[in-house]
């Protein structure tokens, strides 16, 4: 289905922009919630300022990205509670670190920037990345630290100078994989939401073969049973 967005989807496309999406995409998620209508000849007659909105919210954020980043500091520390091997008795997600973020620059983080590969679970230095705006990207590392270690400022220093010497390293993805993944998961949803778009259509046409079934056995009953009488 060609449609027309009315809002920024990332992975997917930029406000004004035209696109032929999946079906199921389409009326299961972005027309529903109003993301984006049907590419008709009414609706593509507003792309021209869609697109220049597009343009000025985007400068906009660059602008205020631009004055954000140098106020972000290159290790973000979480002191947390730690059991046995390192384990966090709880974890360290994208919530928590957006929370932080803005405690500490007094500027609203939304946890949708931040680009992690997966929720933090064990003591160490993390790589990650703070998407400010679609050209901002702030890299950082999150080190997560006992809270009850002796001298922890002298470990978080250790902890981030084995780092950066290659003596530690974690799983975490750099910011490009981690777009990418976030690209393909939205790919994968795309594809769930069309199958699950063609189930009423499959289930249609097997009752219709159903009925189609029954209706020749019937008529076969009502020959052999006229023969027979004959």
Known sequence: MKVLFLESIEGSASMGEVKDVANG?????????GFAVPASAKNL????????KELEQQKERDEWAEIIS??????????????????????????????KLTEEISETID????????IIREAGVYEASIRLSKNVIKDIRIVVVDEQAEDIEALIMKMVNDFDAGLITTTQLTSEEI?????????????HLDQVDKIPDEQQENETQDANSDETQDASSDEEHSQSEN
């Not at 290159?74 to 957006?98: M, P, T």
């Not at 777009?179 to 594809?191: G, P, R, T």
């Open 25 to 33: 995409y389409a009326r299961n998620y972005l027309l529903p919630n």
């Open 45 to 52: 007659k507003n792309v021209d300022v869609l697109q220049t």
């Open 70 to 99: 140098p106020k972000i500091e290159s290790e973000l520390v979480f002191k947390v509670a730690v059991g046995q091997q390192g384990r966090l008795y709880g974890s360290v997600n994208h919530s928590d670190i957006a929370d």
């Open 111 to 118: 946890k949708r920037y931040i680009l992690i590969s997966e």
């Open 179 to 191: 777009l990418f993944d976030e690209n393909n998961e939205i790919k994968e949803e795309v594809s």
